[in-house]
């Protein structure tokens, strides 16, 4: 998957949304939309098939589209609850507390949570069961995503350390140094080759994952 970015002449030019408009094409432009909300700032995410988007309020730690649009989880300050597309509480699952970050895996129908006290939790959501946690030792989970072409579960770390990890072992699978700063996001693309890191230094680091090793596809 070929990767798209801006390159800047000038490290203190401001690309806005407008100038971007100006320079795709027609297809690309006429896709645009704006909405404008009031009382924020708020979260998003978007569905698999990109057809929807959930905005919730920044108060929530964590929001996640399920299997279907219809279904939603939202990590709330105590607890972990699924909401339907109407806004109604369809489930509060209490076993889920202090979640800061979610992952759907939806080709296994896992909801894997992390949280304040470094578990990673993997709720099947067939079921409404929790089938494995995992003890990190790593401390507070505030960085995770998944890898969407296996999924495998990555972590950041405060001291610049990622570690991925699948339900089946009660340890990391893979740990690397990625740099010796603190790593505040993280992501994977499509093809689960490519991962970005985002530092503490307003910095960035891709990284191709694909040469460790296990993580071939």
């Not at 690309?15 to 971007?20: E, G, L, P, S």
């Not at 939603?72 to 509480?89: F, H, M, P, T, W």
């Not at 340890?171 to 689960?192: E, L, N, R, W």
Request: hydrophobic share 40%; with cysteine; proline share 3%.
């Amino acid at each position: 998957m070929a990767l798209s970015y801006l390159e800047k002449e000038d490290e203190n030019e401001i690309i806005t949304q407008d100038a971007m408009l100006k320079e795709v094409d027609i297809g690309s432009a006429t896709k645009r939309f704006d909405v404008k909300l009031q009382y924020g700032p708020y979260a998003i995410d978007y569905s698999r098939n990109g057809s929807f988007f959930l905005r919730s309020l920044s108060l929530t730690n964590a929001r996640m589209f399920l299997h279907q649009e219809t279904f939603v989880a939202v990590a709330e300050k105590r607890y972990v609850s699924i909401y339907d597309n109407q806004g109604l509480e369809v489930h509060c699952l209490k076993k889920l507390s202090g979640i800061l970050r979610m992952e759907f895996l939806p080709y296994h129908f896992l909801l894997v949570s992390s949280a304040d006290n470094g578990f990673l939790y993997y709720l099947d959501c067939s079921i409404g069961t929790i089938v494995t946690s995992i003890p990190t030792y790593m401390g507070r989970l505030g960085v995770m995503c998944q890898n969407p072409s296996n999924g495998v579960i990555c972590t950041g770390h405060n001291d610049g350390v990622v570690s991925m990890w699948v339900p089946s072992e009660k340890s990391y699978v893979i740990k690397m140094f990625a740099h010796p700063t603190a790593i505040t996001s993280i992501a994977c693309d499509q093809t689960g080759r490519l991962k970005q890191l985002s530092l503490s230094k307003c910095s960035h680091i891709v990284t191709c994952i694909q040469l460790l090793p296990g993580t071939s596809n």
